[in-house]
């Protein structure tokens, strides 16, 4: 039997439980739509009236107009016109401008149904609705058990005065501590100053309505040497709001909610836009003394105190998760971060719902950063961002490539107004960012729409990106980029360069319309050896908007992409395999974009040799809009390009008495290669016998210290001088061979060396002849100290051993923990409290013992106690738990 549901509300609003729906399930007016797919209430989407339900549009068929969703049977609301958010009225206003009647237009794919009973299980199905009203049957059902109504623990029963002046760090500190399992801790109305705060598993923090959390001013509140990457050099400052454990998945299912504020009380503010966006004084490193506050603190702190040389990016964020496995963020306002805004990092099964990110014009203030995690959804979320939106990243260099990568991300139903771009891959790439999904957006005036950017040395790249169904308008630079060529002024993080170069492939664009842009509509960015690849626009419409630029792309489809207005739409560079096709705008070089040009049957080249030149000539290639160069290799390396009309040319600078490897392809001019004949020659006259000239001053090699890491280092020289040339550089690491550098070269990364290790660095030039010369300077590199990248790890099977036990105390012991670095002590646990002076936080190197045994004592007589143990190391970072044990005195 099911039981009736109670009366229930949307968002406030009472809804029938019965309604027209019921009435689109028996009269057909046309052919039933697909129904819905991937119906699910996301991880911690629910509480004790409360559930959120999300879904994907229809594999197949016409895209619905509408969803009816249903509780046990029954119709309890439509998500058009019942969703009540600030995002889905931001929305709502965008398409009530007629100047957006050409927009694609966003459906909701999410609904929260409120007013249920605590503690009761539900049956929900959702079905999709066609133009004419027709449902489609019932997707999948999702069940779902609201919450047991929660132990509320309000922090002004612990000391918080919530005046605006007085600071309540501690007292609200203390109701974190004391809440227990599935409770909450409250800010009621008021407004509570706080420094840095830490959250633990099992709970909520609810900032309730009227009530603001409000970063203290001081930036002592704040600790310090936050590393966002353990093999970076960067040290910032810990959040307003932690939950951190480097021991990942040991902290778990933590709920932040409002609908109060979360203010980082970073810069001044200048009011509000339009009554609700906040606008920041201009922030930035060199405006940061005149218009910070806790922002200028921690940047004069950070220098003065902790000297660090480039202080700026240590600013706090306003709350970050590490390694937190299941993250609920729901219908708060965060404002004025002195940095980031939203920060997981190695954090799975992460949502973002009904979040107002408000943080406009302050610097670096991304709206959410999801590093190293598995499982994201952000839905019905207003971004006004001084920096990125969304932003996605996963680590730097060669340290990240034995991380897992970012990956499996949904973002949908989301109103994004300033930010540098809405939904950004990058540019921390190392590891890859894979499996994202954004669509039913509206893009109203950021930057850029998808940005997807790197630097090569940054590695990885992102991959399996889809963006569509989407609204974007008054774009202020380009509609799309993927860049190679990214760089971040105020970036203070130096690592290994990673072994393989960075780059994006496997995107897809579809359904999108973007009226208006500043720049290019599409700009596409690469490097030679590593272009960007297999990216498809499917259904794009640009009005208004700039030239499509792509250099360095590979294999990519352009399938109804329209640019209105433009005479010249596309701007194509080095790019190969391009296919336009359908109605899309063409016109110049896109004819030729997908065909290479073609060789005459049996071409051949010849050369013509002296002792230091080639002389070599080659039959005209055809292509079906022209050659536009040749490009002529010697022993495979691409050493000049001559243009279309020209059938030879003459390599110069070679060695005598030398054989050569020459080939010829002829490209035209989006960058088509094929490739064509090919000969081997050899310069006349007799071996060069004289190897290069190396300087001889005391700095002609040396090493840059700036630029030496834990397990690599930058060598820098003088060059050499050849009568022919210096064909390249060997460099020695204590009198070897470690590596090889081009002889236009004068600089070169030594990679994978030992931490903490000197090494004696040597160089040799050798020309073409293979004649050497070893350089009379050496210097010295000296490693950095190996970081500490791991807890400390318990033996298998460990267990708290009881030697005695008494009314009042008990003598414990357990094994020995072991660690990368060195194990710094021990916390002892009496039912989730730590004993001993503390105190203790996630992050610190406080411990009860520094043995492996420790007596209780002043416990009470006839009671039960909950004992563990966790180990910590020399850099704070502390197992989310260990060895346990239940005892009765």
């Known amino acids: 039997m099911v039981r009736s549901l109670p009366a229930v509300a949307v968002a406030g609003a009472m809804v029938l439980t019965a309604g027209p729906a019921a009435a689109h399930a028996r009269d057909h007016r046309g052919p039933r739509p697909a129904a819905p797919t991937h119906v699910t209430v996301p991880r911690l989407a629910y509480d004790d009236s409360s559930v959120t339900l999300t879904w994907r549009g229809p594999s197949s068929g016409p895209a619905p107009v509408d969803y009816h969703i249903y509780a046990d049977g029954r119709f309890v609301g439509d998500a058009q016109r019942d969703n009540d958010t600030d995002a889905k009225r931001f929305i709502d206003r965008f398409y009530a401008d007629p100047g957006n009647a050409d927009q694609v237009k966003v459906v909701e794919q999410n609904f929260t149904v409120t007013g249920l009973e605590p ?67 409250l800010l009621p109305a008021g407004t509570f100053v706080s420094g840095a705060l830490w959250l633990k598993s099992d709970m909520t923090f609810k900032v309730d309505a009227g009530a603001k959390l409000l970063g203290s001013t001081n930036p002592d509140e704040y600790p310090y040497h936050f590393r966002l990457y353990d093999y970076s050099t960067d040290e910032r400052y810990y959040s307003l709001l932690n939950a951190h454990t480097y021991d990942y998945g040991s902290l778990h299912d933590i709920r932040i909610v409002g609908p109060g504020t979360i203010d980082g009380n970073g810069w001044k503010q200048n ?85 107002k990110l408000l943080t406009y014009d302050v610097n670096n203030a991304d709206g959410i950063e999801f590093s190293h995690g598995d499982g994201l959804t952000v839905i019905n979320d207003v971004f006004d961002t001084g920096d990125d939106a969304m932003n996605f990243a996963a680590g730097l260099g060669a340290a990240s490539e034995d991380q897992r990568p970012t990956r499996n991300a949904w973002i949908a139903d989301n109103y994004f107004r300033h930010g540098h771009g809405a939904v950004v891959v990058g540019s921390h790439t190392g590891s890859w960012i894979e499996n994202v999904l954004a669509e039913q957006n509206v893009v109203d005036g950021t930057d850029v729409g998808l940005r997807m950017k790197t630097v090569p040395t940054n590695g990885g790249g992102g991959r399996d990106v889809v963006f569509r169904d989407t609204a974007m308008k008054d774009i202020a630079t380009q509609g799309f980029i993927f860049t190679s060529a990214y760089s971040d002024p105020n970036a203070a993080i130096v690592v290994e360069p990673a072994r393989q170069r960075a780059r994006f492939q496997d995107v897809t664009v579809s359904n999108v319309t973007v009226d208006g842009t500043g720049s290019a509509a599409i700009d596409v960015v690469g490097v030679a050896d590593r272009p960007h690849t297999r990216l498809s626009f499917d259904d794009v419409t640009f009005t208004g908007a700039g030239q499509a630029q792509l250099s360095y792309l590979t294999d990519s489809t352009f399938k109804d992409v329209r640019l209105n207005g433009l005479d010249a739409p596309w701007e194509i560079k080095h790019s190969s395999g391009l296919a336009f096709t359908g109605d899309t705008t063409t016109s110049g070089v896109t004819a030729d974009a997908g065909r290479p040009p073609s060789w005459p049957p049996e071409a051949a080249l010849t050369a013509e040799a002296t002792d230091t030149a080639l002389t070599v000539s080659w039959p005209a290639a055809t292509d079906d809009t022209g050659v536009a160069a040749y490009d002529v290799l010697l022993d495979g390396h691409i050493v000049t390009s001559v243009g279309g009309d020209a059938t030879g040319t003459t390599l110069d600078g070679l060695g005598p008495a030398l054989k050569y490897h020459v080939s010829v392809a002829a490209r035209d001019a989006t960058g088509n290669s094929t490739p064509g004949p090919d000969t081997d020659a050899r310069t006349t006259g007799s071996p060069d016998r004289t190897p290069p000239r190396v300087p001889t001053a005391s700095d002609a090699l040396k090493v840059d210290a700036a630029s030496v890491g834990t397990t690599w280092g930058r060598v820098d020289w003088t060059p050499a001088d050849d009568d022919h040339g210096v064909d390249h550089y060997v460099v020695l690491l204590n009198g070897d061979a470690a590596g090889t550098a081009a002889g236009a070269d004068t600089s070169y990364t030594l990679t994978a060396l030992k931490p903490g290790t000197t090494y004696r660095v040597g160089l040799r030039a050798v020309d073409a002849g293979g004649n050497t010369a070893t350089y009379p300077a050496t210097a010295e590199l000296t490693t950095g100290p190996a970081y500490d990248r791991a807890v400390p790890t318990w033996p298998a099977h460990s267990r708290v051993r009881v ?23 021990y916390r002892v646990l009496v039912n989730g409290h730590p004993v001993g002076a503390g105190p203790f936080t996630p992050i610190d190197t406080a411990v009860t013992t520094r043995d492996t045994a420790y007596t209780l004592t002043g416990l009470t007589p006839g009671r039960r106690y909950v004992i563990t143990v966790e180990a910590g190391d020399t850099a704070g970072k502390w197992t989310g738990g260990g060895p346990g044990r239940v005892i009765r005195t």
């Not at 509320?152 to 609200?172: L, Q, R, S």
């Not at 030697?803 to 002590?825: E, F, K, N």
Request: net charge negative; hydrophobic share 35%.
């Open 119 to 185: 503690h009761h299980r539900y049956r929900f199905t959702v079905r999709s609705v066609a133009a004419d009203g027709t449902e489609s049957s019932a997707g999948s059902a999702v069940t779902q058990t609201t919450a047991a109504p929660s132990h509320v623990f309000d922090v002004t029963e612990y000391g918080a005065e919530g005046d605006g002046t007085t600071d309540d760090t501690v007292a609200i500190q203390k109701a974190i501590d004391a809440c227990d399992k599935g409770g909450t801790v």
């Open 271 to 355: 009011g509000l836009d339009e009554g609700y966006f906040p606008v920041s004084a201009k922030s930035s490193s060199s405006t940061w003394q005149q218009n910070g506050i806790l922002a200028k603190a921690q940047v004069e702190q950070a220098g003065q105190k902790y000297g660090n040389p480039t202080p700026y990016p240590a600013r706090s964020s306003l709350i970050t998760m590490r390694g937190v496995d299941g993250v609920y963020y729901g219908g708060f306002k965060a404002e004025n971060p002195s940095a980031h805004t939203l920060v997981n990092l190695h954090s799975d099964d992460v949502t973002v719902n009904d979040v």
């Open 803 to 825: 030697a005695r036990i008494s009314a009042t105390g008990a003598v414990l012991s357990w094994p020995r923990a072991t660690d990368d670095q060195q194990v710094a002590g």
